[in-house]
């Protein structure tokens, strides 16, 4: 079983057959243009937008797009619109947390690769990002991490120091196992618990990182504590199902709020501006056609555009709508609305490689996977059974919930944990991931079973490396061009740290707490046992190294302003415009050390009643 290349990307399921029904929501506003090439209708007919104006229009309905929908919706004197590009949010897949390596590659992702990098053996990195209402949110590993306090005191950013933001990081948390009132909180909206699926082998793993000298971490969210140690990660879960931020928030107000319109299947291209002030957006609803009309949707006086469509995608529809790099606007044939240097710049995401070895064989049989999947692979009724009845078992989990923090010799005295350690018992059959379960496949179809094994995942967890999301054209259907940046720092630590990784996980599969469970070092999967030497162990992460999904920084948030590369400031408005904003993990100015999913619902929990006292 692999972790693969995305935060997605720990998932012990492959394809989830099983039927299962759940309630759905209210309806929510489709949006399809047919085509009408020879009627003479007008396509503004199709447009939802049509006569309306909008104090919020919400570009995006991923996470942030979510909450912001919920919070600034509940004053009913305001109108809010939110355009999402993908679909609504009613498949299973998306529920049941092992069944989500399904949307690997589906329409629910944006199916996004990087072009060939020359540092990484001149392969392409595939990008997991989710495209449905909800956004990664319903697509992620459901890791709850947020970090450490010196990650948010080093922003040096006036108003998101440790102490500010983790006022909301318990007012949106609503913690089912953890109730220290100085750390977690109780009433949010957002549900966290600890994992509900224990394999004999997590046991094994904290023997071994106990025999190696780590120390437990029983809250890896305490701020009083190290983040040092290893333990259990909590989950983004509800009695077992995924709690994301369409579930939490969007969900329970479908149908009930006649002042908030929810548009699916639909672009939004670029943001209108009349000078430096944004009077909407357009959006094209192509639905079956293939005319792609765009359609207008307007503020009212006063109105604000919110720009939630990720750290991929808000700055590449920034720039299609002239705010960005004058150059940059240039080199692709559009105005220049705003010279902003740093929109699209200082990427960064937690690459990662792994190591992977089997059980022996007399241990064959009782790893994760097998707990799923018979001798055949077929989907195990026990496995179904626990999950309907209980919400627990191993359809409960996304493979990665336990693990560790470590500092490796790459890390700087004092400095926090430079490794995120995801242990997987179950084996990768391909050190790239996702190709991992176009393996199984094939063995289903020979009626083979998943080999039995355990997973290291390794993450530099605070990389150094900076990419950049830019144009390939002014074609607003057309992917944007994604530098991930990865071990691409002058020092050379990020890729030290995932070396240091590597050595740590084989120290840890040598030690007597998993001697006596997995072949010894001939026997490893991967990298395998002839790769020993510095330089083969480089050349091995270069060649199988891929995303854990948790891309920020695209539109930094700073005070030093936008000649400083800066995007947005403290409000999150970005600068040169009183009424557009960023609410998303692109704001985010230095990675955190973890997921950064619990990170972006902060924020967006924490501007959106900023904005809304100052409306009161």
Same mark, same amino acid.
């Given at each position: 079983?692999?972790?693969?290349?995305?935060?997605?990307?720990?998932?012990?399921?492959?394809?989830?057959?099983?039927?299962?029904?759940?309630?759905?929501?209210?309806?929510?506003?489709?949006?399809?243009?047919?085509?009408?090439?020879?009627?003479?209708?007008?396509?503004?007919?199709?447009?939802?937008?049509?006569?309306?104006?909008?104090?919020?229009?919400?570009?995006?309905?991923?996470?942030?797009?979510?909450?912001?929908?919920?919070?600034?919706?509940?004053?009913?004197?305001?109108?809010?619109?939110?355009?999402?590009?993908?679909?609504?949010?009613?498949?299973?897949?998306?529920?049941?947390?092992?069944?989500?390596?399904?949307?690997?590659?589906?329409?629910? !992702?944006? %199916?996004?690769?990087?072009?060939? /990098?020359?540092?990484?053996?001149?392969? &392409?990195?595939?990008?997991? =990002? #989710? +495209?449905?209402?909800?956004?990664?949110?319903?697509?992620?590993?459901?890791?709850?991490?947020?970090?450490?306090?010196?990650?948010?005191?080093?922003?040096?950013?006036?108003?998101?120091?440790?102490?500010?933001?983790?006022?909301?990081?318990?007012?949106?948390?609503?913690?089912?196992?953890?109730?220290?009132?100085?750390?977690?909180?109780?009433?949010?909206?957002?549900?966290?618990?600890?994992?509900?699926?224990?394999?004999?082998?997590?046991?094994?793993?904290?023997?071994?990182?106990?025999?190696?000298?780590?120390?437990?971490?029983? !809250?890896? %969210?305490?701020?009083?504590?190290? /983040?040092?140690?290893?333990?259990?990660? &909590?989950?983004?879960?509800? =009695? #077992? +199902?995924?709690?994301?931020?369409?579930?939490?928030?969007?969900?329970?107000?479908?149908?009930?709020?006649?002042?908030?319109?929810?548009?699916?299947?639909?672009?939004?291209?670029?943001?209108?501006?009349?000078?430096?002030?944004?009077?909407?957006?357009?959006?094209?609803?192509?639905?079956?056609?293939?005319?792609?009309?765009?359609?207008?949707?307007?503020?009212?006086?006063?109105?604000?555009?919110?720009?939630?469509?990720?750290?991929?995608?808000?700055?590449?529809?920034?720039?299609?709508?002239?705010?960005?790099?004058?150059?940059?606007?240039?080199?692709?044939?559009?105005?220049?609305?705003?010279?902003?240097?740093?929109?699209?710049?200082?990427?960064?995401?937690?690459?990662?490689?792994?190591?992977?070895?089997?059980?022996?064989?007399?241990?064959?049989?009782?790893?994760?996977?097998?707990?799923?999947?018979?001798?055949?692979?077929?989907?195990?009724?026990?496995?179904?059974?626990?999950?309907?009845?209980?919400?627990?078992?191993?359809?409960?989990?996304?493979?990665?919930?336990?693990?560790?923090?470590?500092?490796?010799?790459?890390?700087?005295?004092?400095?926090?944990?430079?490794?995120?350690?995801?242990?997987?018992?179950?084996?990768?059959?391909?050190?790239?991931?996702?190709?991992?379960?176009?393996?199984?496949?094939?063995?289903?179809?020979?009626?083979?079973?998943?080999?039995?094994?355990?997973?290291?995942?390794?993450?530099?967890?605070?990389?150094?490396?900076?990419?950049?999301?830019?144009?390939?054209?002014?074609?607003?259907?057309?992917?944007?061009?994604?530098?991930?940046?990865?071990?691409?720092?002058?020092?050379?630590?990020?890729?030290?740290?995932?070396?240091?990784?590597?050595?740590?996980?084989?120290?840890?599969?040598?030690?007597?707490?998993?001697?006596?469970?997995?072949?010894?070092?001939?026997?490893?999967?991967?990298?395998?046992?002839?790769?020993?030497?510095?330089?083969?162990?480089?050349?091995?992460?270069?060649?199988?190294?891929?995303?854990?999904?948790?891309?920020?920084?695209?539109?930094?948030?700073?005070?030093?302003?936008?000649?400083?590369?800066?995007?947005?400031?403290?409000?999150?408005?970005?600068?040169?415009?009183?009424?557009?904003?960023?609410?998303?993990?692109?704001?985010?100015?230095?990675?955190?050390?973890?997921?950064?999913?619990?990170?972006?619902?902060?924020?967006?929990?924490?501007?959106?009643?900023?904005?809304?006292?100052?409306?009161?």
């Amino acid at each position: 079983m692999a972790p693969s290349a995305s935060q997605l990307n720990c998932s012990p399921m492959a394809p989830f057959k099983h039927a299962m029904r759940f309630r759905r929501s209210a309806p929510i506003q489709r949006v399809t243009v047919a085509a009408k090439v020879n009627s003479g209708a007008d396509p503004a007919q199709d447009n939802p937008a049509e006569g309306k104006t909008y104090d919020y229009i919400i570009v995006g309905g991923g996470t942030a797009g979510c909450i912001l929908a919920n919070r600034l919706s509940a004053d009913p004197s305001k109108t809010v619109l939110m355009i999402e590009a993908g679909p609504d949010n009613t498949t299973r897949n998306t529920r049941i947390p092992a069944a989500f390596t399904r949307i690997f590659r589906s329409p629910l !992702d944006w %199916n996004l690769f990087s072009p060939n /990098q020359s540092l990484l053996a001149n392969r &392409q990195i595939y990008l997991a =990002r #989710g +495209r449905l209402l909800g956004g990664s949110s319903s697509t992620n590993a459901t890791l709850y991490h947020r970090g450490a306090k010196n990650d948010y005191d080093g922003w040096n950013m006036p108003g998101w120091s440790s102490e500010d933001v983790l006022e909301w990081y318990k007012k949106s948390e609503n913690n089912r196992e953890l109730k220290d009132p100085a750390s977690h909180g109780s009433d949010g909206n957002l549900s966290v618990e600890n994992p509900r699926y224990h394999n004999y082998l997590h046991d094994v793993f904290f023997k071994a990182a106990e025999e190696a000298g780590y120390h437990q971490n029983t !809250d890896f %969210n305490d701020w009083n504590r190290d /983040q040092a140690g290893y333990g259990e990660f &909590q989950v983004m879960q509800q =009695r #077992g +199902r995924r709690a994301d931020a369409y579930r939490q928030y969007l969900e329970p107000i479908l149908g009930k709020r006649p002042n908030l319109q929810v548009v699916t299947d639909s672009t939004v291209t670029k943001v209108a501006f009349e000078g430096k002030r944004a009077v909407g957006v357009e959006f094209s609803a192509e639905g079956k056609s293939t005319m792609r009309h765009r359609h207008a949707a307007q503020l009212a006086s006063g109105g604000e555009v919110l720009m939630c469509a990720g750290a991929i995608h808000t700055p590449h529809i920034l720039q299609l709508s002239g705010v960005g790099p004058d150059a940059h606007l240039k080199q692709h044939g559009i105005r220049t609305i705003a010279d902003l240097p740093g929109v699209g710049q200082r990427l960064q995401d937690q690459p990662a490689v792994l190591t992977a070895a089997p059980l022996k064989p007399k241990y064959d049989g009782t790893c994760m996977t097998d707990n799923i999947y018979n001798e055949k692979g077929g989907l195990r009724k026990r496995a179904i059974v626990n999950y309907l009845l209980r919400r627990r078992g191993p359809l409960a989990t996304t493979g990665c919930d336990h693990g560790a923090f470590i500092r490796t010799p790459a890390c700087k005295a004092g400095a926090l944990p430079d490794l995120q350690m995801r242990f997987v018992p179950g084996m990768a059959l391909d050190p790239d991931g996702v190709s991992t379960y176009v393996r199984f496949g094939k063995f289903q179809e020979e009626g083979k079973k998943w080999p039995s094994g355990i997973t290291f995942q390794l993450i530099a967890c605070r990389p150094k490396g900076l990419g950049s999301v830019g144009l390939k054209s002014n074609n607003p259907f057309e992917a944007p061009d994604v530098d991930t940046g990865y071990l691409n720092d002058p020092s050379g630590d990020d890729i030290a740290t995932l070396r240091h990784g590597v050595e740590i996980a084989r120290q840890l599969a040598k030690t007597e707490a998993f001697e006596q469970y997995i072949e010894g070092p001939d026997g490893e999967q991967f990298p395998g046992a002839k790769i020993t030497s510095d330089a083969d162990i480089e050349s091995y992460i270069r060649e199988t190294i891929h995303s854990s999904n948790a891309i920020v920084g695209t539109c930094r948030m700073g005070a030093a302003g936008a000649a400083a590369g800066d995007v947005v400031d403290g409000e999150l408005k970005v600068y040169g415009f009183d009424n557009l904003r960023v609410v998303d993990a692109s704001v985010i100015p230095t990675i955190i050390g973890g997921q950064t999913a619990a990170p972006t619902v902060m924020i967006a929990e924490r501007i959106a009643a900023k904005m809304t006292a100052s409306t009161a």
